[in-house]
């Protein structure tokens, strides 16, 4: 099991920013998947970011493109996501997921592990 633990999230103004933590903790592996999601009120959870273990590769949604950032410390197994220049369209509950794998994935059925979400607000 892993327990993925979620903070950073808050009301913030458009155009400002916001920075996301998840660390990680339990039977963790030396090859993982960290990435974030995020839901809508009456939509479908979407795929925002996610960063391998190894090597760091990144991989972005279309939406968020240029404006978010993910990064990680394997050291701490902390994911981050920097969200820039955000909009009232970015507001959702974000959660943190974590797959067992090398490669990262936007389908949210491929990740085995969900913390239990941070709400970011953005007014206009």
């Known amino acids: 099991q892993v327990q993925l633990v979620e903070s950073g999230g808050g009301l913030v103004q458009a155009g400002g920013s916001l920075r996301l933590s998840c660390a990680a903790s339990?039977?963790?592996?030396?090859?993982?998947?960290m990435g974030w999601f995020r839901q809508a009120p009456g939509k479908g959870r979407e795929f925002v970011a996610a960063?391998?273990?190894?090597?760091?590769?990144?991989d972005y949604g279309d939406s968020v493109k240029g404006r978010f950032t993910v990064s990680r410390d394997n050291a701490k197994i902390t994911v981050y996501l920097q969200m820039n220049s955000l909009k009232p369209e970015d507001t959702a509950v974000y959660y943190c997921?974590?797959?067992?794998?090398?490669?990262?994935?936007?389908?949210?059925?491929?990740?085995?592990?969900w913390g239990q979400g941070t709400q970011v607000t953005v007014s206009s």
């Open positions: 997921a974590w797959r067992n794998a090398y490669y990262t994935s936007h389908r949210t059925d491929e990740y085995d592990y």
């Open positions: 339990g039977r963790t592996f030396s090859n993982y998947v």
């Open positions: 960063i391998s273990s190894s090597g760091g590769r990144t």
